[in-house]
């Protein structure tokens, strides 16, 4: 239970200090490669999923139908858009 504690932990501060670096502009999957490289990092070498972003409609899960839709994409960073950091 230590070790998920800690992943968990770490996995939260990366995403909150990724969270600190969006800009409108950016895209998904500029985003999810800073996640990638702040947690590798941290020294983290498996993951359970490669670390993603969703912004705006993405995040409602619409139109999910194949495995690959859950990657990030090419969804530029809008003002206003929801963001999903995971």
Known sequence: LKKF??????????TLKVSRLLQEGMTEKEVANLLDTYCKDLGVRSYFHKPFAWF????RYLDFSQPWHFLAGNKVLRKGYVVILD
């Open 5 to 14: 504690e800690d992943a968990q932990n770490l996995a939260y501060e990366a």
């Open 56 to 59: 705006g409609d993405r995040t």
